[in-house]
């Protein structure tokens, strides 16, 4: 995966959660590691380029 791709996952994670955690600190925690989650998985199931070339 690209590092830009991986960059502009984590800053929308940061937004998501800078937003949240204005409006309540909890709420933002529990985003970020929502979204750090989020981009586990998808980084774990990794590309695969023989899908890219049908």
């Known amino acids: ?3 830009l791709i991986v960059l502009f ?3 929308g994670i940061a937004g998501v959660v800078t937003g949240a955690a204005m ?4 709420a ?9 989650i989020a981009l586990a ?3 774990v199931r990794g590309y695969d ?4 070339k049908r």
């Open 41 to 43: 998985i998808i980084l």
């Open 9 to 11: 996952l984590l800053l």
């Open 23 to 26: 409006i309540y600190v909890p």
């Open 28 to 36: 933002g925690v529990i985003a970020g590691g929502f979204g750090l």
């Open 1 to 3: 995966m690209s590092v």
């Open 49 to 52: 380029r023989d899908q890219d």
